[in-house]
Every structure is written in structure tokens, then in C-alpha cells.
């Protein structure tokens, strides 16, 4: 299993607009190993549920697959 911040630079290289309501949450992503971290007070978990949620611009297979996989680290 990848890290979430390896999951982060990956998004970074295939996503070439993110957008702005995803942005910190990604950005907070790069900081983040597993889904036992956190950043600041906010759960890893959390993190990337609101990524998920503000995610809904970036489409295509690279997407799927990476969602998909961030979807299966939090449950």
C-alpha cells in the first residue's frame, strides 16, 4: 500500500488544474503517511474524505483508480 503523500504526488502529476476548494486538503495530503496521521488537529481520515468530497473535477481513469484507491485506505 502507498503512502498517502506518494497517493498526493501522483494527483499532483495527473491532475493539472486542481481545483481551488481541493488544494489544501491535497496540499495537506503531501504531509500525510497513513490514515493514523494527522495533520494539525485533523484526522488523516478526514483529510481526505474533504479532498474526496471537493474532488469532483478530476475525472478520467488515473482519477478512478486513485480515488478508488484513497476510498479503500479509510474504511
Known sequence: MRTISE????IESTW?????AA????????????????FGSDSADSVILYFLSNARAYR???AKRIKAELKAMIK
Open 7 to 10: 497517493i498526493a504526488g501522483e
Open 16 to 20: 493539472t488544474n486542481v481545483n481551488y
Open 23 to 38: 488544494r489544501p486538503y491535497l496540499d495537506a495530503m503531501h504531509s500525510l503517511g497513513n490514515v493514523r496521521d494527522y
Open 60 to 62: 478520467g481513469d488515473d
